[in-house]
């Protein structure tokens, strides 16, 4: 395993979601770790990151409704989504921050009634 997001699925507006991300240990280990969104071929984008230590950033567009976590023992970053959107409708990968080049498999959301 190298990266492989799972937890995606279809939820309702206002619904929740939390992913989970296994990565190999030689991506996860003392590196930044990100959730990135991809709407389209060419658009992708961080949306969370959290440093080795725990210090969590997000985008605008999901503050107060997206948390991130990471567990260092087990290789895994998660993502908590509260409130959904229908705009949070993508594909989300999980990379370390900054990201390899190799993105692994990533989880659709669906935000729609």
């Known amino acids: 395993v190298q990266l492989q997001a799972s937890g995606g699925g279809l939820v309702q507006p206002g619904g929740s979601l939390r992913l989970s991300c296994a990565a190999s240990g030689s991506i996860f280990m003392n590196n930044a770790m990100g959730w990135y969104r991809q709407v389209s071929e060419n658009q992708r984008g961080l949306v969370a990151k959290i440093t080795s230590n725990g210090i969590a950033n997000f985008a605008d567009s999901v503050k107060g409704r997206f948390t991130i976590s990471r567990d260092n023992a087990k290789n895994t970053v998660y993502l908590q989504m509260n409130d959904l959107k229908p705009e949070d409708t993508a594909f989300y990968y999980c990379?370390?921050?900054?990201?390899?080049?190799?993105w692994g498999q990533g989880t659709q959301v669906t935000v729609s009634s």
């Open positions: 990379n370390k921050v900054p990201p390899n080049p190799f």
